[in-house]
Structure formats: structure tokens, C-alpha cells
């Protein structure tokens, strides 16, 4: 198969990746798929942690009618929710698990603890890391800014459901759209590129913390990211 270019990565899986080809929820199918490719990454010596979103279940920041508090602390819980089944599909493969959250659920979670991440990280055990990082007004994408940054992974392997990288526009509108092959922190914040949000590219400028942004819905690109191959677009400093 090769071998891979990385020792320890954040792989952030957007809720919407998990529920397949269906607008909410979770597909069995497609939770397998995924839970399949994190196991053949971890077979390859890759030290994994996963920061997942909820978007599947609630999207915060679009709740208008809502406290933004209370809102963003319902996105927390999906992500939680979706953390669960991915704990149960990778375990189902035997692969050993364990999930942490930014908010205390003990009958369920272990509370995140950063010297016990990599711990498990060094036993070789998948950590998911749910709840973002248990602040309202902070996405997901920061959560895996900040949790990589902590646990001092090499890379953030943003996969993106329904696109192959970073464009200049829309490609879904624009069919003439740009794809970059390579990009710097700032030219993402200077052209206001929503790969991630500003606050999260800027704690990976601060901790030149590289990204690789791909996309989920072709088979087998997290481990073709991993083993080095040039797909998506790659983020680090200029």
C-alpha cells in the first residue's frame, strides 16, 4: 500500500459527511465506509484523532429565532450523538475507541483531558474528540484547530462532503470556478475562502499547523491523503 507520510493527524468529519446522500441523520452505510478507511489509516501506524461535527442534526449558527447560546450548545450534542456511532462502527471492526467531550457526560464519555488523549493515542487506540471544544461561538472547525494544536499533530485532514478541495467560488454555481492545488493561511483569510472559519485558520497560521482539504465522497481518499498522494488542496504556510 505505501507508506504514510504522517505519525499523528485530526481528521475533521463534517456531520453532513456522515449522513450519506440524505439531509439529516446518519447512513448506516456510509458511517461503515468511513469507519473502514480510519481503520486502514490506523493499520498503517497512523496515530488518529477525530473531531466530528453535527451538522446532521442542528446547525447552531443558523437558528435565528434562538439564543445563540442555547442554539450552539444543541450543535454540541449532535456531535456527540454522531461520535457514539462512530465509536460503534470502528469497534464493530475492532478497532479500540475511545470518545472524549468538551462537556462532562460521564455515562457515556470520558471528559476530555488532554495528557490522556495521547496517551491513548500512544496505546493506539482512535480518540474522537465531541462536543467542539465546549464553547458557544466557536465551530467544529476550530475545535479541530485547537485539539490539534493540543495533542500536536502534524496535519488536519479536512474532509469535505460534495467537493474536492478549495475554490475561488462555488463550483456547484460557478461551473468555471478554481481549484488550488496549494494555498498559505493568509490567502485564505485575504479572499475570505470558507473552507474553515477565520478563527480556525488563524490558530493553524499561529501554530503552522498544516491543512489538507479533500473530499469524502470518493472511496479511499483518506488514505490516499495520508500516503502522500496529491489530491485536495494543501494549507501551510507560504
Same mark, same amino acid.
Given at each position: 500500500?505505501?507508506?504514510?507520510?504522517?505519525?499523528?493527524?485530526?481528521?475533521?468529519?463534517s456531520g453532513e459527511a456522515l449522513a450519506g446522500d440524505g439531509a439529516y441523520g446518519i447512513d448506516a452505510r456510509? !458511517?461503515?465506509? @468511513?469507519?473502514? /478507511? *480510519?481503520?486502514? !489509516?490506523?493499520? @498503517?501506524?497512523? /496515530? *488518529?484523532?477525530?473531531v466530528v461535527g453535527g451538522g446532521n442534526f442542528w446547525r447552531g449558527r443558523t437558528a435565528k429565532e434562538m439564543d445563540r447560546t442555547t442554539s450552539d450548545y444543541m450543535g454540541?450534542?449532535?456531535?456527540?450523538i454522531n461520535a457514539l456511532a462512530l465509536q460503534d462502527a470502528l469497534e464493530k471492526l475492532d478497532v479500540k475507541t475511545r470518545v472524549q467531550t468538551a462537556i462532562e457526560m460521564r455515562q457515556i464519555a470520558e471528559p476530555y483531558i488532554r495528557r490522556k488523549a495521547i496517551?491513548?493515542?500512544e496505546k493506539g487506540r482512535v480518540v474522537i474528540f465531541a462536543a467542539g471544544s465546549g464553547n458557544p461561538y466557536f465551530s467544529t472547525d476550530t475545535a479541530a484547530?485547537?485539539?490539534?494544536a493540543e495533542i500536536e499533530a502534524e496535519v488536519i485532514?479536512?474532509?469535505k462532503k460534495g467537493v474536492d478541495g478549495v475554490y475561488d467560488s462555488d463550483p456547484h454555481i460557478n461551473t468555471a470556478a478554481k481549484k488550488f492545488n496549494r494555498l498559505g493561511y493568509i490567502d485564505i483569510l485575504n479572499m475570505g475562502l470558507e473552507i474553515m472559519d477565520s478563527t480556525?485558520?488563524?490558530?493553524?497560521?499561529?501554530?503552522?499547523?498544516?491543512?489538507?482539504?479533500?473530499?469524502?465522497?470518493?472511496?479511499?481518499?483518506?488514505?490516499?491523503?495520508?500516503?502522500?498522494k496529491k489530491i485536495g488542496t494543501h494549507i501551510k504556510e507560504d
Open positions: 500500500m505505501g507508506e504514510p507520510i504522517f505519525k499523528r493527524v485530526v481528521l475533521k468529519l456510509t !458511517i461503515s465506509r @468511513l469507519s473502514y /478507511e *480510519v481503520k486502514s !489509516i490506523h493499520n @498503517l501506524g497512523i /496515530e *488518529v484523532a477525530i454540541m450534542l449532535g456531535t456527540v496517551r491513548h493515542l484547530a485547537l485539539r490539534a485532514l479536512l474532509a480556525a485558520t488563524s490558530l493553524c497560521m499561529d501554530n503552522n499547523l498544516p491543512i489538507i482539504v479533500f473530499g469524502i465522497d470518493e472511496p479511499d481518499n483518506i488514505i490516499d491523503v495520508v500516503l502522500g
